[in-house]
């Protein structure tokens, strides 16, 4: 993943790409690396946060909600690794660039038996999404957390059924609008939905 800057229509300046990160899970610990001159040298982080999952790790980079910032943080943006277990996904947050990681969160209701997600996005505002798709509560769902990944928030999708396959959502440039793409359980047409 790259934490990277964007223009005003909302797509990547390949010019002032700031940060890349490779990620391996390796059960219980994860190995987190980070470039900031396009993998010629790589500086090693701690790894996520603790505790983690054993699967479907993801890494993703954005700017602080407002007023949620700390004064310690060392690098413009949040960090973000999150990955899942059996009956739960956790994510935790770096405030010095992936080099070091706070605790994680559990990001998923805890009676839900919620697992398997998606891809972690950070929106334009700083709100951060994990898609959920393998029947959390019986629908497609999201965990949206506005406080830079302190607490979480599930949001099923309405009208939606079982997931098939890892879901995705995005947040339009504007930031207003959570878009959401998905195959349910059973028909592996793509589809979209606007505005959860």
Same mark, same amino acid.
């Given at each position: 993943?790259?934490?990277? !800057?964007?223009?005003?229509?909302?797509?990547?300046?390949?010019?002032?790409?700031?940060?890349?990160? /490779?990620?391996?899970?390796?059960? *219980?610990?994860? =190995?987190?690396?980070?470039?900031?001159?396009?993998?010629? &040298?790589?500086?090693?982080?701690?790894?996520?946060?603790? %505790?983690?999952?054993?699967?479907?790790?993801?890494? $993703?980079? $954005? %700017?602080?909600?407002?007023? @949620?910032?700390?004064?310690?943080?060392?690098?413009? +943006?949040?960090?973000?690794?999150?990955? @899942?277990?059996?009956?739960? *996904?956790?994510?935790?947050?770096?405030?010095?660039?992936?080099? &070091?990681?706070?605790?994680?969160?559990?990001?998923?209701?805890?009676? !839900?038996?919620?697992?398997?997600?998606?891809?972690?996005?950070?929106?334009?505002?700083?709100?951060?999404? /994990? %898609?959920? +798709?393998?029947?959390?509560?019986?629908?497609? $769902?999201?965990?949206?957390?506005?406080?830079?990944?302190? +607490?979480? @928030?599930?949001?099923? /999708? %309405? $009208?939606? /059924?079982?997931?098939?396959?890892?879901?995705?959502?995005?947040?339009? =440039?504007?930031?207003?609008?959570?878009?959401?793409?998905? *195959?349910?359980?059973?028909?592996?047409?793509?589809?979209?939905?606007?505005?959860?």
């Amino acid at each position: 993943t790259s934490d990277h !800057a964007v223009d005003a229509e909302g797509y990547p300046d390949l010019s002032e790409f700031t940060r890349q990160f /490779v990620v391996q899970l390796q059960l *219980a610990t994860s =190995n987190i690396a980070s470039s900031d001159d396009f993998g010629q &040298t790589w500086i090693p982080s701690q790894g996520g946060g603790q %505790p983690h999952g054993l699967d479907n790790q993801s890494m $993703g980079a $954005g %700017p602080y909600p407002e007023g @949620h910032r700390p004064i310690t943080a060392t690098y413009r +943006n949040a960090v973000y690794y999150c990955s @899942h277990s059996i009956v739960n *996904a956790f994510c935790s947050r770096s405030d010095d660039g992936g080099l &070091t990681f706070g605790p994680s969160r559990p990001i998923f209701p805890v009676d !839900a038996s919620c697992s398997n997600h998606g891809h972690v996005k950070v929106g334009y505002d700083g709100t951060v999404m /994990v %898609p959920m +798709n393998n029947s959390c509560q019986g629908t497609e $769902g999201v965990s949206i957390s506005i406080d830079a990944g302190d +607490n979480w @928030h599930y949001i099923s /999708v %309405p $009208g939606t /059924v079982q997931g098939r396959w890892d879901s995705s959502v995005a947040m339009s =440039n504007d930031g207003k609008t959570i878009w959401y793409g998905y *195959a349910e359980e059973g028909d592996d047409r793509a589809m979209i939905v606007k505005g959860i």
